[in-house]
């Protein structure tokens, strides 16, 4: 086997192994069961494609598809980042985020004022 | 010779983001699915990367993808352990053959702070 033929092959496997793990990460995104469960797994789809994306750019050669993965990169870390406030304060003030208590606590802070 | 390097790397990541992906939907709960993926996963598309870097046998592009190697190196575990204590603050229980949770009373606040009593932190510290 030539270096050739082996890199064609190697394209190949590495992409289906790819295709299977965001098959699998796409099932634990869908059966959760938990809010930070399906965070993780978004997270995990990130890293996934930005190995897809180096696939690609080997693939092509077209080497300015780096960039998108390391932008990729910064936008799923704050993605993930934000998740995680977003799952800290659901579990220290629950109340905010229903729409009832909100209109309740608007309601009071105005009679408060008045 | 090069060409061998780069198909090999990328088979090893694809591989550990396959590994990464089955402990991701095998094991048991949130905290151990993240080192799974949070692992694994940053180091199968980092080997990538330094596929890339390999491939190109430029210095640009070369020095680009191994800046994007540490970059996530950097963050895949801040993101990791924002994560897991958000789940662990938010009441997530762990997995119920999980051994020793030291961290069990800590999070006595409602806002999520680390408590500042440390009665109990004491006997946790000689384990």
Do not use: C
Not at chain 1, 33 to 47: A, G
Not at chain 2, 60 to 69: D, E, F, L, N
Not at chain 2, 84 to 100: D, N
Request: proline share 2%; charged share 15%.
């Amino acid at each position: 086997m030539t270096g050739e033929e082996f890199f064609d092959l190697a394209i190949i496997i590495s992409f289906s192994l790819i295709v299977l793990s965001f098959l699998l990460t796409i099932g634990r995104l869908i059966i959760g069961p938990t809010l930070p469960d399906r965070i993780l797994s978004l997270d995990m789809l990130v890293t996934l494609a930005i190995g897809f994306i180096a696939i690609f750019t080997i693939l092509t050669g077209y080497y300015a598809y780096l960039d998108m993965a390391i932008a990729l990169g910064l936008v799923g870390f704050l993605a993930t980042t934000a998740f995680a406030r977003f799952v800290l304060y659901q579990a220290s003030s629950p109340e905010l985020l229903s729409d009832e208590a909100e209109d309740e606590k608007l309601s009071v802070s105005s009679g408060e004022k008045n | 010779m090069l060409t061998i390097i780069t198909g090999v790397l990328l088979i090893i990541g694809a591989a550990f983001n396959l590994i990464a992906a089955i402990g991701l939907i095998r094991f048991p709960d949130v905290f151990t699915r993240m080192h799974a993926a949070s692992k694994a996963g940053t180091l199968g598309s980092g080997l990538m990367l330094v596929a890339i870097a390999f491939h190109a046998s430029d210095i640009s592009v070369g020095s680009k993808a191994i800046a994007a190697v540490v970059f996530f190196l950097l963050t895949a575990p801040i993101s990791a352990h924002l994560l897991a204590r958000a789940a662990y603050v938010a009441g997530i229980e762990p997995w119920e053959g999980t051994v020793l949770d030291q961290l069990k009373g800590h999070y006595t606040d409602e806002e999520g702070h680390l408590s500042a009593d440390d009665e109990e932190g004491d006997e946790d510290k000689t384990l």
